[in-house]
């Protein structure tokens, strides 16, 4: 069982620095010849985990009186919400604009603003941070908005190996619709870690994770399971594709230029 982790009031900002002790240098350039990568992401086997449903005590007034939390969404042995990211990319393409949206009863999400660099700011609503799965990275300052009129209290694990390790807990604090509150975690929190998860010790259904990126050459597989990479420059890296129920799968890869290179994962439990 994670740890649980959520204090947000209405802003917090939070950077995540040094991660693996290394800074995240990647220059914005124009990409010739660019490639892209396509694929999808199947499951066979027994589904390692069931939806839990919670009765909400804590404000069901706004998050409703029971929620669901689904980790792991499987149709036709199609894969969402899985994170592909390419390692080994230090130039090319800006970080992409994106917003995703959570589904179901909550409407929290990640707003990427994308350019130079990530600016993921993660607006929580209807007692959701956003999707399960999304990205981030380290060296980033990102800002939290709470649009409930209920507090919630915001704790960050990193997650190193299989273990889910305790970054920092920030104080439970009332701050009213302007009030801003800046948080900085030390380097050494997340030295190796390959995630980020977001949790609230007042709504157990709240959980949310991260994976860490270093390059805007990621995607996370959608309803039917597929992905896409563009603009990818032409070489040789390590493309990866991780889910905090499944597990992380990698395969190497060379991309050639103005090419169009199907990888797919599979995932068997």
């Known amino acids: ?53 919670f009765e909400v005590r804590n404000g069901p007034e706004v998050c409703g009186p029971e929620r669901v939390l689904t980790k792991l969404v499987v ?33 929290g999400a990640f707003q990427y603003a994308g350019g130079h660099a990530m600016n993921l700011g993660v607006q929580l609503e209807k007692c959701s941070f956003g999707p399960f799965t999304g990205v981030i990275r380290a060296d980033e300052p990102v ?7 209920i507090k919630h209290t915001l704790h960050t694990y990193s997650l190193k190996g299989r273990k889910a390790n305790i970054m920092r807990t920030m104080h ?6 302007q009030g801003q509150t800046d948080k900085v975690f030390p380097a050494k929190k997340l030295r190796h870690a390959s995630a980020v998860v977001l949790t ?26 597929n992905f896409e990479i563009g603009h990818v420059p032409p070489g040789d890296y390590t493309l990866v594709a991780w889910h905090p129920v499944l597990g992380t799968k990698k395969q190497r890869v060379t991309v050639s230029a103005n090419g169009r290179l199907p990888v797919d994962f599979e995932f068997v439990k």
């Open 172 to 177: 439970t604090q009332s701050l009213r619709a």
């Open 200 to 225: 609230c010790d007042r709504h157990d259904f709240m959980e949310n994770w991260l994976y860490m990126v270093k390059n805007p050459y990621y995607a996370i597989s959608g309803e039917s399971g």
């Open 143 to 149: 800002r939290f908005v709470n649009h409930d009129p």
């Open 75 to 107: 149709r036709e042995g199609r894969v969402q919400g899985v994170v592909i990211a390419l390692e080994g990319v230090e130039k090319g393409k800006p970080f992409p604009s994106h917003r995703e949206t959570a589904t179901g009863q909550g409407r």
């Open 1 to 53: 069982m994670w740890p649980r982790i959520c204090p947000i009031a209405w802003f917090s900002l939070i950077t995540l620095s040094g991660f693996a002790g290394v800074g995240f240098a990647y220059d914005v350039v124009d990409v010739k010849n660019g490639a892209t990568i396509t694929g999808k992401v199947a499951f066979t086997g027994t589904l390692p985990h069931v939806p839990r449903r």
